[in-house]
């Protein structure tokens, strides 16, 4: 929509080459520190990650932190939003566009390298290898395309893999979760040393602002945020792209380029963002300033209608669930507090639950956890709690709203998670209760102290082990289930074909990643 900037020549080409990108964009020749700071000031260039911070900011503060010494530009292409591909479609299909931005910042601070790292074994990897080597092979033959080492760094995608904190520790080769004390990366990142880190479009957007000047570069867009946006849109899209416009684009015209269903709402920002009704839809404009007078954040430039097919509350509940599982599992409020949420969200969904029941859950992960992770699932649950109050009425009232569950919000095609269960000799146990007092949420104690089990994701198999070798009466093995079947004899729970465990009298999500419904991103009419 409107002139294509980061999209440019993606009409004609499926991904653009060196020497297609050279074409369009020409050689971008190196500029001072101060020079990229006052451009970047010039149009209060933002990070397109999903926090908005000020790009030169960031720039000055590894600037300060290094001082003479080395530093590190680091590329978030680590979406792990299963709503978002946009960075996904840059590093695929344009990648040089985004390398010119992260050299040209390493160049300005001195940095030792660049480092972009993405999801492994995906396409966006191998697209951004064979860009590296491109330009390897560009100044073999005297050109000066290597003028500052690109390292392509493949993670594991999750969720919160591309929290700041979370995307450093992978890199640097540990578990890539969050730390459960924030770190600032421009202080100590990549190998401890000051790191310039930002998302795949902030780079890239950083190269065109360097190639255009201030002044063309705001020619479009608004006053206060010039410049273009790339946007993803999928759900109840019947074309399901990914979208370059101008800041101040009407949300309506967007969705009806993508002959999007509105039904019940539509979700900004992502699985930590919020949802808008059909009435605030149609005059809310694409910009950090306009989501906020709606409602909502732009973030990550995340867009899902609902549709008018699928029940919006068991949408709502399969994303508390995913969530849920994709915590870390280092806190409370995300072991304890999220599995919370999603049993009461699917209680709803049910009829059988209560809104107050979901606002207490909420209450109780908010602002506690170690990471920002609790704090956008609550937003998102609250949010959908405000936005479906008829149909949550429904679901009270008959049980149901009368629409299936038609998984339109995405979920990443993955395996489940392996799952373990806990075993009872019980010709030893003694029904001393340790077990439940280490793993509160996987084993309850009847009226005589003896334990049952629920099944335990793979990520807390460390507690679940602990319990095991702190059994007091050497009662407890630890197994793994079946391809993540089915809770063992004597659990109360079981598995149906809903992807819900149950409970007599209660249910309980299995929180174990789930379906998807479509997500295809396309720009120019090519499939991407």
Request: charged share 20%; proline share 9%; net charge positive.
């Given at each position: 929509m409107g002139p294509a900037r980061l999209t440019a020549g993606l009409d004609h080409c499926r991904r653009l080459d060196l020497p297609a990108h050279r074409t369009l964009h020409g050689v971008v020749d190196p500029r001072e520190l101060g020079e990229l700071i006052s451009h970047a000031n010039d149009v209060d260039m933002r990070g397109r990650g999903g926090a908005a911070f000020p790009f030169a900011r960031k720039l000055r503060a590894v600037a300060d932190a290094a001082g003479t010494g080395e530093s590190v530009v680091l590329v978030n292409g680590a979406e792990g939003e299963p709503a978002s591909s946009k960075d996904a479609m840059l590093l695929t299909r344009n990648p040089h566009l985004v390398l010119d931005g992260a050299v040209l910042a390493a160049e300005a601070l001195g940095a030792r390298e660049v480092v972009v790292a993405t999801a492994g074994g995906e396409v966006a990897e191998a697209s951004v290898a064979a860009a590296v080597a491109e330009r390897r092979a560009a100044n073999v033959s005297g050109g000066a395309e290597s003028r500052v080492p690109i390292r392509v760094v493949g993670i594991k995608e999750r969720f919160i893999s591309g929290e700041g904190g979370a995307l450093v520790k992978a890199v640097n080769g540990e578990e890539g979760i969050p730390p459960g004390r924030k770190k600032r990366a421009a202080t100590s990142g990549v190998d401890g040393l000051p790191t310039l880190l930002s998302n795949t479009e902030t780079y890239a957007q950083f190269a065109l602002l360097a190639e255009y000047g201030p002044e063309k570069y705001a020619e479009i867009g608004t006053s206060k945020e010039p410049g273009t946006i790339l946007l993803t849109v999928s759900g109840g899209a019947a074309q399901g792209a990914v979208i370059e416009a101008p800041t101040g684009t009407y949300l309506a015209d967007v969705l009806a380029l993508t002959e999007a269903e509105i039904g019940d709402g539509v979700l900004i920002g992502g699985y930590h963002g919020a949802w808008l009704s059909a009435e605030v839809v149609q005059t809310a404009v694409l910009s950090r300033e306009g989501m906020k007078q709606a409602g909502a954040t732009l973030g990550a430039g995340i867009i899902v209608p609902l549709g008018e097919s699928t029940c919006a509350l068991g949408e709502a509940a399969r994303v508390s669930a995913y969530l849920a599982a994709e915590s870390a599992g280092q806190c409370g409020p995300c072991r304890l507090g999220l599995p919370d949420i999603a049993r009461a969200m699917y209680a709803l969904v049910e009829g059988t639950g209560s809104v107050d029941a979901v606002r207490r859950c909420v209450r109780g992960v908010e602002r506690r956890g170690a990471c920002f992770h609790p704090d956008g699932t609550a937003k998102f649950v609250l949010s959908a709690l405000d936005a479906f109050e008829t149909e949550i009425a429904q679901h009270l009232e008959h049980g149901s709203c009368g629409r299936p569950i038609r998984g339109v919000l995405p979920m990443p095609e993955r395996e489940a998670d392996p799952e373990y269960r806990l075993e009872v000799d019980w010709s030893r146990c003694q029904g001393h209760g340790l077990c439940a007092h280490l793993l509160p949420e996987f084993v309850d104690l009847d009226d005589y102290g003896f334990p049952s089990f629920r099944n335990v994701p793979g990520h807390l198999a460390k507690e679940?082990?602990?319990?095991?070798?702190?059994?007091?009466?050497?009662?407890?093995?630890?197994?793994?289930?079946?391809?993540?079947?089915?809770?063992?004899?004597?659990?109360?729970?079981?598995?149906?074909?809903?992807?819900?465990?149950?409970?007599?009298?209660?249910?309980?999500?299995?929180?174990?990643?789930?379906?998807?419904?479509?997500?295809?991103?396309?720009?120019?009419?090519?499939?991407?």
């Open positions: 679940a082990r602990r319990a095991v070798d702190m059994c007091p009466a050497l009662a407890l093995r630890l197994a793994q289930t079946a391809g993540g079947g089915p809770a063992p004899a004597g659990s109360p729970l079981r598995l149906v074909k809903d992807g819900v465990l149950r409970k007599a009298g209660a249910s309980m999500p299995r929180l174990t990643r789930l379906g998807t419904g479509p997500n295809v991103s396309r720009v120019g009419g090519t499939a991407g």
